[in-house]
């Protein structure tokens, strides 16, 4: 798939934006193709080997009491968030490994899961009845000025019995950053509506999506190598993509598979490596360099760590990974 002239300049103008070392692109970007489909990798263990998600402990009303891992480790974690007032109110929260996914899959997965919820009505321990609402398409907004972004959300309501007692209930589900991030809660319909507990919900989900972080390693960090050259760099070789100077001397020169830079540990090589990434589209939101998975955490906030083990091969497609369809969404 070719990249257009104007998406490699876009990326660029964010590069350029936070540094004021001069960067030359090459005469002819029209050509750059996406990276090299990678090996075949198992999703989880392979793609992705480690997670770190950092959360907020306290968001208005609601306070994060407890976490759990999930030992199907498709299914990741949970946090959940009990009100201060109301003890017998609570939110969970739920991060699970997503991979890469067009947007319309969201909407494919939020009717995944609604339908599992539906589907076990009248089964012993379950609901015996269910009613949902038509799902709603939001976007919750991540960012400000350049950085700005929007993340689609989908946000339902639902009515459920149990046992001869209704509940006011509401799921909303995002997928940011490699995960999905789905929120749910319920109370006694005789002390909140259905309106009530979806505002409720959504306006928790908008502040965890604005204010959580989610980064991955694994083999989703696709970086191409910074190999050492000596001085001068030859800028004249077929398939060159840009080269990036200081004080008069051209410290990096990048293509395609490759950065070749007078030091590899660089600012100017690090940069460029950067740069390639995002305009062979190899950088993927929410995967870092194994060396960055050890951020610092801020005050108010809890950080919670996930380690995959390697399973078989889940797809025979050599394309990147994904969560494989058996492993469900519900």
């Known amino acids: 798939m070719a990249i257009k002239v104007g998406n490699a300049a876009a990326f ?6 936070a540094t004021t070392m001069p960067v030359s692109l090459a005469g002819d970007l029209s050509t750059i193709t996406a990276a090299a489909e990678v090996p075949t990798t198992p999703f989880l263990g392979g793609f992705i080997k480690e997670t770190r998600v950092i959360y907020p402990l306290r968001i208005g009303d609601w306070e994060a009491r407890d976490e759990h891992l999930y030992d199907d480790q498709y299914l990741g974690a949970s946090v959940r968030y009990a009100h201060v007032s109301e003890k017998d109110r609570w939110i969970d929260l739920y991060f699970y490994p997503a991979g890469v996914l067009p947007e319309s899959r969201l909407m494919q997965d939020v009717d995944s899961t609604l339908e599992g919820i539906r589907s076990s009505t009248g089964k012993q321990g379950s609901y015996s009845e269910v009613d949902i609402a038509p799902v709603d398409a939001l976007s919750f ?34 997928i940011k950053d490699l995960y999905y991030i789905k929120g749910r809660y319920s109370a006694e319909e005789s002390a909140l509506s259905q309106r009530d507990v979806k505002k409720q919900l ?38 060159r993509l840009a080269t990036i100077s200081h004080d008069g001397t051209i410290h990096a020169v990048a293509y395609q598979d490759r950065v070749e830079a007078l030091d590899v540990a660089s600012p100017q090589a690090i940069l460029l490596q950067a740069t390639v990434m995002g305009m062979t589209q190899r950088l993927l939101p929410g995967c870092v360099a194994p060396e960055n998975m050890n951020p610092s955490v801020p005050e108010g906030m809890r950080e919670l ?19 494989p369809s058996r492993a469900g969404v519900t």
């Open 202 to 239: 959504e306006k928790l989900m908008r502040e965890v999506v604005r204010s959580a972080t989610v980064r991955s390693s694994g083999d989703c960090w696709m970086a191409p190598p910074i190999i050492a050259r000596p001085a001068p760099l030859a800028t004249d070789s077929p398939g």
């Open 305 to 323: 760590r996930l380690e995959f083990r390697a399973a078989p091969v889940e797809r025979s497609s050599p394309s990147v990974p994904l969560r």
């Open 141 to 174: 907004v991540v960012g400000s000025g350049k950085s700005k972004q929007e993340v689609a959300a989908g946000s339902t309501s639902l009515r459920l019995v149990r046992e001869g007692k209704a509940y006011s209930s509401s799921m909303v589900m995002v």
């Open 12 to 17: 660029l103008a964010g590069v350029l934006a």
